[in-house]
């Protein structure tokens, strides 16, 4: 059982940056899978980017590709999600979820756990 708690999120103008974490109750967290997923008002959940369990490889959705970074501490049960150059079609709630597996997972149905989610808004 994975409990995940997200945080970060905000306001902010269109070119600016946020960072976005997601801490992870128990002891495993490195052996889970970090996902990171986005739902905008009015459309569905969609792929933002997956993290492996030692964060050697890390996929990304093309939207957001050269400007969000995933990165983990295994250490401190935590990824994160550091968000570059951000656009108004990036005002989502934000999800951060889990999975115990070794392969990196891009669909939302193949995670198990779920954040309850942050807000992201931003503004042109």
């Known amino acids: 059982q994975v409990q995940l708690v997200e945080s970060g999120g905000g306001l902010v103008q269109a070119g600016g940056s946020l960072r976005l974490s997601c801490a992870a109750s128990?002891?495993?967290?490195?052996?889970?899978?970090l996902g990171w997923f986005r739902q905008a008002p009015e459309k569905e959940r969609e792929f933002v980017g997956a993290?492996?369990?030692?964060?050697?490889?890390?996929r990304y959705a093309d939207s957001v590709k050269d400007r969000f970074t995933i990165s983990r501490d295994n250490n401190k049960n935590t990824v994160y999600l550091q968000m570059n150059n951000l656009k108004p079609e990036d005002t989502a709630v934000y999800y951060c979820?889990?999975?115990?597996?070794?392969?990196?997972?891009?669909?939302?149905?193949?995670?198990?756990?779920w954040g309850q989610g942050t807000e992201v808004t931003v503004s042109s």
């Open positions: 993290i492996s369990r030692i964060g050697h490889i890390i």
């Open positions: 979820a889990a999975v115990y597996t070794a392969a990196v997972v891009t669909t939302q149905n193949g995670y198990d756990y």
């Open positions: 128990g002891r495993t967290f490195s052996s889970y899978v």
